[in-house]
T-cell receptor, first 114, second 115 residues
Framework: NAGVTQTPKFRVLKTGQSMTLLCAQDMNHEYMYWYRQDPGMGLRLIHYSVGEGTTAKGEVPDGYNVSRLKKQNFLLGLESAAPSQTSVYFC?????????????FGPGTRLTVL | KQEVTQIPAALSVPEGENLVLNCSFTDSAIYNLQWFRQDPGKGLTSLLL?????REQTSGRLNASLDKSSGRSTLYIAASQPGDSATYLCAVYNAGGTSYGKLTFGQGTILTVHP
């Protein structure tokens, strides 16, 4: 049981390049989330999904797109990377949104945009 | 919009001290409140989860309390050790409004326990 995994762990892009971050979970969770973490800003929600085939915007969605074609995978895309997108990206999943539910986090992807 | 604030931003204590980390939130419509630990360059590890109807949870040397009506939580660490050094994040799982089904995080408290 691997939990939540993220690919890749590190990436360096040039301004204007595109890339896709992959998040996979093997816990059959319905909810999945993408966050970014920046110094002094805490974790901020980019996009999330409440089930296969659904996506919704979070707090800071601009410049990112997502897809949830399979229940176990949640992809985050950057179509034209900008230096402001340099950050650590975390994926998380949760069974549901309820009193006893928690989110399980992946190890993160460190992205640098030059 | 839910807002979560953690005080202090950083804390440095000698080994063996008991310490308290504080968290406050603005909207009481929550499913639960969670405390996470994050080591440098690593992901988040859940420490304690307090359901909205509960007052406290304990795990080993950690005790977390929740006062939902006043929008406050505290994390108490007893007999601190150098291995407790990390960033501690408070997060609420929102049950209503535009934040439904989302976690809102505080900015964290950076704890250093020196020998």
């Amino acid at each position: 049981n691997a939990g939540v995994t993220q690919t890749p762990k590190f990436r360096v892009l040039k301004t204007g390049q595109s890339m896709t971050l992959l998040c996979a979970q093997d816990m059959n969770h319905e909810y999945m989330y993408w966050y970014r973490q920046d110094p002094g800003m805490g974790l901020r929600l980019i996009h999330y999904s409440v089930g296969e085939g659904t996506t919704a915007k979070g707090e800071v969605p601009d410049g990112y797109n997502v897809s949830r074609l399979k229940k176990q995978n949640f992809l985050l895309g950057l179509e034209s990377a900008a230096p402001s997108q340099t950050s650590v990206y975390f994926c998380a999943s949760a069974r549901l949104a309820g009193v006893s539910d928690t989110q399980y986090f992946g190890p993160g992807t460190r992205l640098t945009v030059l | 919009k839910q807002e979560v604030t953690q005080i202090p931003a950083a804390l440095s204590v000698p080994e063996g001290e008991n310490l308290v980390l504080n968290c406050s939130f603005t909207d009481s419509a929550i499913y639960n409140l969670q405390w996470f630990r994050q080591d440098p360059g690593k992901g988040l590890t859940s420490l304690l989860l307090i359901q909205s109807s509960q007052r406290e949870q304990t795990s080993g040397r950690l005790n977390a309390s929740l006062d939902k009506s006043s929008g406050r939580s505290t994390l108490y660490i007893a007999a601190s050790q150098p291995g407790d050094s990390a960033t501690y994040l408070c997060a609420v799982y929102n049950a209503g409004g535009t934040s439904y089904g989302k976690l809102t995080f505080g900015q964290g408290t950076i704890l250093t326990v020196h020998p």
